[in-house]
């Protein structure tokens, strides 16, 4: 039996909006809200052509009052419904943070699981684009850092899609963060990678299943987001040189694919995490720390190397920026100074 | 909007069960708490005896809550603050379940995972925040809710006058004016934001003057009175079931225990919690009752037996419930 399957190239931004367009008619408890979602379609286009399909009632505009709106989206949701929350840029979550870490994160678990609270908050993340430190961070650490959040950030149109359709259709709050960098957004330069083939139909993708971009044997390069574009960029000046590095793409930071991980670690020897979130007590934190628990099944040819924010904001200035957030030719670099090494067994 | 017989009597048994509610957990809170030989610097062990943690008591503000839940129906939410039991006793949440929450039981209506400022029954739609100020904003959205979903239900936030100056109280009253939310906003305003005078935290004598700022009615209700809370919730409630919006209510009303328990309630006059008592609003709306031959001595001691045995069964149960199993922190982070 073959069933067709069609699909078209999609960007980043409009398999989100696909995702959200087709769960919207699946189910009519669905309905977004955010600055700037209706007429503009986010300013980031994760909502462009909503309005048009289905009203201001469904896609509504709020005042710039996230702690309203985050706070609002709980108490919708508690009665039922299933709201898509936008905060416009990652940046702006102190100003409704309560909201999120108290209370969306917090209220299913202090209930003893009496109350659900099925609502996603997308957002916007990353630098590369000149926006300065308050506009350009990426902070999903800091999010999966708090119990009670799923935390899902995709790197490419076909994950995003599947990510958001399980993301809305999840019983539990998810924070769904995308890159602006890999949005597809014709104002914003562009990473190849993100823009890919996109089914027409539904279809979800389960969170806490990292994806093997490309195969590699020497060397494990964990990430997500836009660093996957530059790792696999990175991977095949590597391979010019005779080094295969694997890339591996967390997808979801909560749940968290240890064991893909480890899987990956234990057969190539050597592990780099690229990230462009804040070094310190991050992400790259975590995956170093993990493997360092597993260090009895984990035979290391090198030590663990991480490339991250070197705990600066992001610098305003082009090339103050491009050293603070990691650079293709930078995981190249690492990549490089961990295949040198020759540790005594 | 005038009281029934049966709303009248129906506050004056909620008023006296909330009383005797707090009075009973003044003293279960106190078990234990005072070490045997008072250790120096330590007068008061917060984590001790059967019920932990901080305590809030809400003894004095009675009118508050059932002036405004002899509105509501089980279909109807409300949003409490982190001095909940009024709010919850008066919205008919389950008075065992509570009480076992409290002392951190299995039974409890979060399985003991919340403990007495986190209060979660869904089944009449109570909830409520230990986060100054954060449930309105969620109130907003539970009324959002009942627009979307075309009932003609209500939200009600309930919140101290020192939640008045936080942010989420400002972007909850423009949201609900903005998009015309079936949500009433009820400020008990106590005097003391904790320990803080309201002259010294808020530039205004009364909240109920913000509403204007919002395109909505607001209404400074300046006695601590059930009844007078009552006509203007009435107002409310049914402006917003009608679909009319928003309203901004401020009571005047009196806490007769400190913050918490074991508060020193050094920034008090001496007497005044004493003073407060003088004008108890359980008795005078017992004397109105009476006034209009509704209660008399044999029917009121009915009454108080009646809530006693329901406040001791709660405590029973609350005691005498099992705690739940250590590992059982690890579940509900997330629902299956």
């Known amino acids: ?345 | 909007m005038e009281a029934t017989a049966e709303q009248l009597l129906w506050m004056y048994e909620k008023m006296v069960e909330i009383r005797e509610y707090e009075e009973t957990m003044a003293k279960v809170y106190l078990e234990a708490k005072l070490p045997p030989k008072v250790q120096k610097g330590l007068a008061f062990d917060i984590g001790a005896g059967p019920v932990p943690g901080e305590m809030h008591l809400a003894a004095g503000q009675e009118p508050v809550a059932v002036g405004v839940c002899a509105h509501l129906r089980r279909d109807d939410t409300v949003v409490g603050a982190h001095r909940p039991h009024h709010f919850a006793i008066a919205k008919d949440v389950d008075l065992n379940a509570m009480t076992a929450e409290m002392y951190g039981k299995a039974t409890g209506l979060g399985r003991g995972k919340g403990g007495h400022m986190h209060l979660f029954d869904p089944a009449v739609k109570f909830s409520c925040s230990g986060i100054v100020g954060a449930g309105a904003p969620q109130a907003c959205g539970a009324a959002l809710a009942a627009k979307k979903l075309g009932t003609d239900a209500v939200a009600i936030a309930f919140f101290g006058e020192g939640a008045a100056n936080q942010g989420a109280f400002h972007e909850a009253l423009n949201l609900a004016a903005l998009w015309k939310l079936p949500v009433v906003f009820v400020v008990e305003d106590n005097k003391y934001g904790i320990s803080v005078e309201k002259s010294a935290s808020t530039a205004i004598a009364s909240n109920a003057d913000r509403a204007v700022a919002y395109g909505m009615p607001g209404v400074l209700v300046e006695k601590n009175d059930a009844v007078a809370v009552f006509e203007a919730a009435g107002v409310a409630v049914a402006r917003a079931r009608r679909g009319e919006g928003p309203t901004l209510i401020e009571v005047k009303t009196d806490r007769y225990f400190g913050h918490f328990q074991g508060d020193p309630e050094t920034y008090r006059p001496k007497g005044e919690a004493k003073e407060l008592r003088q004008h108890d609003p359980i008795p005078a709306l017992g004397a109105l009752l009476r006034s209009r031959d509704l209660l008399d001595d044999e029917a009121d001691a009915a009454l108080r037996a009646r809530v006693s045995a329901r406040v001791q069964a709660a405590y029973d149960f609350g005691r005498n419930s099992p705690y739940p199993e250590p590992q059982d922190a690890l579940l509900h982070v997330f629902a299956e």
Request: glycine share 8%; charged share 20%; net charge negative.
């Open chain 1, 1 to 345: 039996m073959s069933t067709t399957t069609t699909t078209r190239r999609l960007t980043m931004a409009q398999a989100i909006s696909e995702a959200t367009a087709q769960e919207m008619e699946r189910d009519p408890r669905v309905f977004v809200m955010g600055e700037d979602v209706g007429k503009y379609g986010g300013i980031f286009s994760a909502t462009t052509g909503l309005l048009d399909k289905f009203g201001p009632e469904r896609v509504m505009d709020t005042p710039i009052s996230e702690t309203g709106f985050m706070g609002a989206a709980l108490g919708a949701a508690a009665e039922g419904l299933r709201p898509i929350s936008e905060l416009m840029f990652v940046d702006f979550f102190g100003v409704c943070f309560d909201q999120i870490y108290n209370h969306i994160a917090k209220n299913h678990y202090m209930s003893g699981g009496a109350c659900k609270y099925p609502l996603v908050i997308t957002t916007g993340i990353g630098g590369g684009y000149n926006d300065a430190a308050q506009h350009s961070q990426c902070l999903y650490s800091i999010f999966a850092h708090v119990p009670g959040l799923k935390v899902v950030v995709p790197s490419n149109a076909y994950d995003a899609k599947g990510l958001m359709t399980s993301a809305i259709r999840d019983d539990n709050p998810v924070v769904f963060l995308y890159h602006k960098g890999i949005m597809g957004l014709s104002w914003m330069s562009y990473f190849e990678g993100s823009t890919n083939e996109v089914p027409e139909e539904q279809y979800t993708i389960p969170f806490g299943q990292a994806r093997v971009v490309r195969e590699g044997s020497d060397v494990t390069i964990v990430t997500l987001s836009q660093m996957v574009q530059k790792s696999v960029l990175a991977a095949d000046k590597l391979a010019e040189e005779g080094i295969s590095a694997e890339v591996l793409d967390l997808r979801t930071l909560v749940p968290l694919d240890r064991a893909a991980v480890l899987k990956s670690v234990k057969r190539t020897g050597r592990l780099l995490v690229a990230d462009e979130d804040y070094l310190s007590y991050g992400l790259s934190g975590e995956i170093a720390a993990l493997v360092a628990e597993n260090i009895d099944t984990v035979r290391l040819k090198a030590p663990v190397r991480r490339l991250a924010v070197p705990d600066v904001p992001i610098p305003f200035s082009r090339p103050l920026e491009n050293f603070a957030i990691p650079q293709v030719e930078n995981i190249v670099a690492s990549v490089r100074g961990l295949m040198t090494f020759k540790l005594d067994q």
